[in-house]
């Protein structure tokens, strides 16, 4: 701030002791904030108040998103949860033989798979095939003549694959048949050694 020296304070007042008005004028003015030009204060304070309201309008819609992907992965595991039940409660259809001999000793145990597709039989009895013969399975109709449904191996086990159509009958019987089997199209030439009815089961 310059110094006024005592000659010139008393040449600047009036009579009276009035101080001069260009000295009035040319004294600072307070700042108003109020009347503030637009990049000041006032405009700051607006920006700042636009950023905090677009970031919470930013983090309601994350919100939303969010619970919609919850829902939506709660839904999918609900539905899976019901169809597992649906296809728990379903009862698997299996049909099952207990073939046996002439003297009804269990020798055969054979079952169908409808998932698989397949016939499994197990051997149950002590019988052993000869070498130069075969066991041979056959499915016995309400009407018409055997269907041969394929020749055992000589595995404790054997899987023969076969339709709905032939394990849907009364009952199923084994023949002992030439090595490989009967000729095809025709019905066994060997005795029927063992037999048994088809039953249908839940499991």
Do not use: C
Not at 167 to 194: H, M, Q, Y
């Amino acid at each position: 701030m310059a110094h006024i020296s005592d000659a010139d304070e008393k040449a600047l007042r009036q009579p009276g002791g009035v101080v001069s008005a260009a000295v009035v004028a040319d004294s600072p003015k307070p700042i108003d904030l109020a009347q503030a030009e637009p990049g000041g204060w006032s405009s700051s304070t607006n920006l700042w108040r636009g950023l905090t309201s677009m970031s919470v309008g930013v983090a309601a819609v994350a919100l939303m998103v969010a619970f919609k992907l919850n829902s939506s992965h709660a839904k999918l595991g609900r539905e899976l949860e019901e169809l597992s039940a649906r296809m728990n409660a379903t009862p698997e259809i299996q049909y099952v033989a207990v073939l046996a001999d002439d003297k009804a000793a269990a020798s055969m145990l054979v079952t169908f798979d409808f998932k698989s597709r397949q016939l499994m039989i197990k051997r149950v009895g002590g019988f052993v095939t000869p070498a130069d013969k075969s066991l041979q399975l056959w499915a016995l109709p309400h009407t018409g003549g055997p269907k041969s449904l394929g020749v055992l191996g000589a595995d404790a086990v054997t899987r023969l694959p076969a339709a709905a159509s032939d394990v849907n009958v009364p009952a199923w019987a084994i023949s002992l048949e030439p090595k490989g089997g009967a000729p095809s199209g025709g019905g066994p030439t060997g005795p029927v050694l063992f037999k048994g009815a088809v039953i249908e089961t839940s499991l």
